[in-house]
């Protein structure tokens, strides 16, 4: 008995003797530090060449080992001391202080390690959080200051804290305790009285209470830290700092997101950022250079213009490498975030920056800010923030249109500018719709051609005239007719009749195998064998085509898979057309540039039928009726694509007919293009260049045709 007694006695003095001296070390160690301050006579000593870095390192030391010794949960001695004698509090005095030089850097380190390696909760007491945001507002507006990389280690740490917890973000970003939103109180002589978590229940519903005031715009805080530290030169510090953003705005509570955006300048300082770099972007950088750089990436700072080869790209990689940064930040954010961030950028850059600016008048200022435009339209992939740009760009319009109409003024001039006097206004223009076209986002192809096809009012209502041609029989020798063989040429004008007679009048079905055949022979023989270029060069038939219009096809319908888009037309008898057609602007627009082939810039040219092949790869039946269906019986005054192309043709033979050996000239021209001969001056350059790429276009609406089509040939 007394064996056992004696047994208990010694396990009991062991367990507590460590303690005791641990207590004892830590102690000493601090009062060295704060003894330093007494002793020392040479204020321009380094923090690092004194035995400070050294004690700091101890009292951490100490800190760790306690708590392993401790059961989880318990705060030892050296934890409590810690505490209740404001230990971090003094330690942020003297690192704002800065006294040794280099103190700073030892407390951001200390806090860091602490916060850590330590796991007791320690962020919700008053007098940790406290010191930490001090520790914050030090790292304001100091970029390029010799902390840079403990500073957002220090955030790292915070961040870290904060996604395990994020009732935590309201003391970081607050200073408040979530108990009825008081100020947190003042530690109490035990860390275990006050209690190291706050009562079950209350963390979710007052984190951020709504009755307390925002901070001022400027305030100092892990937010302001944060983007601050995004802006540092050093690229390790600013990806360190933009993925700790990151981590942050993904938090899961829909608390702590709501105390995130109302409670910070997130979204103020993120917009600001981007405005002020697309505002450092030089006045004189070319168009032609932004529409030519790569795509950038928020991870790639710095080495874009790293190499730069023209003036305004570093400028140019900033601005759009921000606004990947921003994009991320959106796709990866809590939604109450992601609305949060996408409306500042539509007031403060959409409507602020971006619209005054194509809206003015200056020619040079329209090309840039167009051309920017369109890289920005390139680089939004996040759905809340393309969203708001298709809207910013488009209006929010759905009705079909009239031509008188113009309810959204930029979207007006926007699309007037791709019928601009000046070419380079036209070609940009163009350029920025073919990328809009490009996005995942169903009311760019609706506002832009759809909205206007719904009542399939360009087809003539009358009673079907006969089909004079009989049942469609697919011919393996189809693609060899000559001009006057094909079916659409056998009087110059489309047979009437000839798919309305074929439609049931409930809706239409899927081409058939002899019918793609035939759309096909009909946009290759539309240019006559005399305005053909391609053959005498040893190049093959529309098949060059088919690899690309496969991939834009492939491409367009996975965009518009969840869309659900009709895999038929409209039937007729639910089509009740309220006005006369029209086209749309757009596609007004778009034909009026094709009549005009002939007497364009090649450029110019290529752009618009780009453009249009784009619009065709959409697997909306209206769409793909309108453009891409020769033997449309079309109302009176309406046109579809290929009535234009027919009445370019009209032109062109009789143009040819003027221009003395034009059959070589066009092959000297095509030669040229292909860079085959060295350029020359001759007349007539711009007519040849027109019906080359005439050629090519109907090669390739073909290939188009044929992929969206049945296969020909057995399954």
């Given at each position: 008995m007394l064996s056992r007694l004696g047994a208990l006695l010694q396990q009991a003095v062991e367990t507590r003797e460590p303690s005791i001296d641990l207590l004892e070390a830590f102690t000493e160690h601090w009062k060295g530090i704060t003894g330093y301050y007494l002793e020392a006579t040479d204020e321009s000593i380094p923090a690092r060449q004194t035995d400070i870095p050294w004690r700091l390192k101890q009292m951490l030391d100490i800190l760790v080992y306690e708590e392993k010794q401790r059961p989880a949960g318990e705060a030892g001695p050296c934890l409590e001391y810690l505490l209740q004698h404001k230990v971090l509090e003094t330690l942020g005095t003297l690192g704002k202080a800065e006294y040794p030089p280099g103190m700073r850097q030892q407390v951001l380190l200390f806090f860091s390690r602490v916060l850590g390696q330590v796991q007791h909760p320690l962020l919700h007491y008053l007098n940790v959080h406290r010191p930490v945001q001090k520790l914050l507002q030090l790292s304001g507006d100091r970029l390029g200051s010799?902390?840079?990389?403990?500073?957002v280690q220090f955030a790292a740490v915070l961040c870290t804290k904060i996604k395990q917890d994020p009732t935590l973000l309201a003391y970081i970003l607050e200073g408040k305790s979530i108990l009825n939103g008081r100020r947190g109180r003042e530690l109490p002589a035990s860390p275990v009285e006050e209690g190291a978590e706050d009562p079950p229940g209350t963390a979710a519903t007052a984190a951020c209470p709504p009755a307390e005031p925002s901070p001022p715009p400027r305030d100092s805080n892990l937010i302001t830290s944060l983007v601050g530290l995004c802006k540092s030169k050093k690229s390790k510090v600013a990806l360190k700092a933009r993925e700790n953003l990151l981590l942050l705005v993904g938090l899961a509570q829909e608390a702590a997101a709501a105390c995130l955006v109302r409670s910070s300048v997130l979204c103020q300082l993120l917009t600001e950022h981007l405005c002020d770099l697309y505002s450092a972007v030089p006045?004189?950088?070319?168009?032609?250079?932004?529409?030519a750089l790569e795509r950038a990436s928020w991870r790639s700072q710095g080495d874009a213009a790293g190499d730069g080869v023209f003036p305004g790209k570093e400028s140019l990689a900033a601005f759009f490498g921000w606004l990947d940064y921003l994009d991320e930040l959106v796709m990866g954010a809590h939604p109450v975030v992601a609305d949060a961030i996408t409306e500042a950028v539509e007031e403060k850059?959409?409507?602020?920056?971006?619209?005054?600016?194509?809206?003015?008048?200056?020619?040079?200022?329209?090309?840039?800010?167009t051309a920017m435009l369109t890289g920005t339209v390139r680089q939004i992939r996040a759905s809340p923030l393309l969203h708001r740009l298709v809207l910013f760009l488009l209006g929010p319009d759905r009705h079909p249109e009239t031509p008188e109409d113009a309810p959204h003024p930029l979207r007006t001039q926007l699309i007037d500018r791709c019928n601009h006097l000046s070419d380079e206004i036209s070609l940009a223009s163009l350029r920025l719709f073919e990328e809009l076209l490009q996005k995942p986002h169903e009311h760019v192809a609706h506002s832009l051609a759809l909205r206007n096809l719904e009542a399939r009012g360009y087809l003539q209502r009358g009673p079907p005239m006969p089909d004079e041609r009989g049942p469609l029989e697919p011919d393996p020798d189809e693609d060899g007719l000559d001009l006057e063989e094909d079916p659409y040429f056998t009087d110059g004008f489309p047979d009437a009749g000839f798919r309305t007679a074929q439609k049931s009048p409930l809706g239409s079905a899927p081409l058939a195998k002899g019918q793609v055949s035939e759309v096909v022979s009909?946009?290759?023989?539309?240019?006559?064998?005399?305005?053909?270029?391609?053959?005498?060069?040893?190049?093959g038939g529309y098949d060059t085509y088919v690899h690309d219009a496969l991939g834009m096809v492939q491409a367009c319908r996975a965009s518009a898979a969840p869309w659900g888009w009709p895999l038929a037309p409209r039937p007729l008898d639910a089509c009740h057309p309220e006005v006369t057609f029209y086209e749309g602007h757009f596609l007004k627009v778009l034909f009026d540039r094709m009549t005009r082939i002939l007497d364009q810039p090649y450029s110019l040219n290529l752009q618009v039928t780009s453009v249009l092949s784009r619009l065709a790869a959409f697997p909306h039946p209206h769409l793909h009726e309108y453009l891409l269906d020769p033997y449309l019986n079309l109302a009176p005054g309406c046109r579809s694509l290929f009535s234009v192309l027919v009445r370019v043709i009209g032109d062109l033979m009789q143009r040819l007919q003027r221009v003395p050996h034009f059959r070589a000239k066009l092959l000297l021209v095509r030669r040229q293009l292909m860079g085959l001969v060295p350029g020359e001056q001759m007349d007539h350059v711009m007519l040849f260049k027109g019906v080359v790429v005439l050629e090519e276009f109907c090669k390739e609406l073909a290939a188009i045709a044929l992929v969206k089509g049945p296969p020909e040939g057995p399954p």
């Amino acid at each position: 008995m007394l064996s056992r007694l004696g047994a208990l006695l010694q396990q009991a003095v062991e367990t507590r003797e460590p303690s005791i001296d641990l207590l004892e070390a830590f102690t000493e160690h601090w009062k060295g530090i704060t003894g330093y301050y007494l002793e020392a006579t040479d204020e321009s000593i380094p923090a690092r060449q004194t035995d400070i870095p050294w004690r700091l390192k101890q009292m951490l030391d100490i800190l760790v080992y306690e708590e392993k010794q401790r059961p989880a949960g318990e705060a030892g001695p050296c934890l409590e001391y810690l505490l209740q004698h404001k230990v971090l509090e003094t330690l942020g005095t003297l690192g704002k202080a800065e006294y040794p030089p280099g103190m700073r850097q030892q407390v951001l380190l200390f806090f860091s390690r602490v916060l850590g390696q330590v796991q007791h909760p320690l962020l919700h007491y008053l007098n940790v959080h406290r010191p930490v945001q001090k520790l914050l507002q030090l790292s304001g507006d100091r970029l390029g200051s010799g902390t840079e990389k403990e500073e957002v280690q220090f955030a790292a740490v915070l961040c870290t804290k904060i996604k395990q917890d994020p009732t935590l973000l309201a003391y970081i970003l607050e200073g408040k305790s979530i108990l009825n939103g008081r100020r947190g109180r003042e530690l109490p002589a035990s860390p275990v009285e006050e209690g190291a978590e706050d009562p079950p229940g209350t963390a979710a519903t007052a984190a951020c209470p709504p009755a307390e005031p925002s901070p001022p715009p400027r305030d100092s805080n892990l937010i302001t830290s944060l983007v601050g530290l995004c802006k540092s030169k050093k690229s390790k510090v600013a990806l360190k700092a933009r993925e700790n953003l990151l981590l942050l705005v993904g938090l899961a509570q829909e608390a702590a997101a709501a105390c995130l955006v109302r409670s910070s300048v997130l979204c103020q300082l993120l917009t600001e950022h981007l405005c002020d770099l697309y505002s450092a972007v030089p006045a004189c950088t070319d168009p032609a250079d932004v529409l030519a750089l790569e795509r950038a990436s928020w991870r790639s700072q710095g080495d874009a213009a790293g190499d730069g080869v023209f003036p305004g790209k570093e400028s140019l990689a900033a601005f759009f490498g921000w606004l990947d940064y921003l994009d991320e930040l959106v796709m990866g954010a809590h939604p109450v975030v992601a609305d949060a961030i996408t409306e500042a950028v539509e007031e403060k850059f959409f409507q602020g920056i971006l619209q005054p600016q194509l809206l003015q008048m200056s020619e040079l200022a329209v090309l840039s800010a167009t051309a920017m435009l369109t890289g920005t339209v390139r680089q939004i992939r996040a759905s809340p923030l393309l969203h708001r740009l298709v809207l910013f760009l488009l209006g929010p319009d759905r009705h079909p249109e009239t031509p008188e109409d113009a309810p959204h003024p930029l979207r007006t001039q926007l699309i007037d500018r791709c019928n601009h006097l000046s070419d380079e206004i036209s070609l940009a223009s163009l350029r920025l719709f073919e990328e809009l076209l490009q996005k995942p986002h169903e009311h760019v192809a609706h506002s832009l051609a759809l909205r206007n096809l719904e009542a399939r009012g360009y087809l003539q209502r009358g009673p079907p005239m006969p089909d004079e041609r009989g049942p469609l029989e697919p011919d393996p020798d189809e693609d060899g007719l000559d001009l006057e063989e094909d079916p659409y040429f056998t009087d110059g004008f489309p047979d009437a009749g000839f798919r309305t007679a074929q439609k049931s009048p409930l809706g239409s079905a899927p081409l058939a195998k002899g019918q793609v055949s035939e759309v096909v022979s009909s946009f290759l023989c539309l240019v006559p064998e005399e305005a053909k270029t391609s053959s005498c060069m040893e190049e093959g038939g529309y098949d060059t085509y088919v690899h690309d219009a496969l991939g834009m096809v492939q491409a367009c319908r996975a965009s518009a898979a969840p869309w659900g888009w009709p895999l038929a037309p409209r039937p007729l008898d639910a089509c009740h057309p309220e006005v006369t057609f029209y086209e749309g602007h757009f596609l007004k627009v778009l034909f009026d540039r094709m009549t005009r082939i002939l007497d364009q810039p090649y450029s110019l040219n290529l752009q618009v039928t780009s453009v249009l092949s784009r619009l065709a790869a959409f697997p909306h039946p209206h769409l793909h009726e309108y453009l891409l269906d020769p033997y449309l019986n079309l109302a009176p005054g309406c046109r579809s694509l290929f009535s234009v192309l027919v009445r370019v043709i009209g032109d062109l033979m009789q143009r040819l007919q003027r221009v003395p050996h034009f059959r070589a000239k066009l092959l000297l021209v095509r030669r040229q293009l292909m860079g085959l001969v060295p350029g020359e001056q001759m007349d007539h350059v711009m007519l040849f260049k027109g019906v080359v790429v005439l050629e090519e276009f109907c090669k390739e609406l073909a290939a188009i045709a044929l992929v969206k089509g049945p296969p020909e040939g057995p399954p």
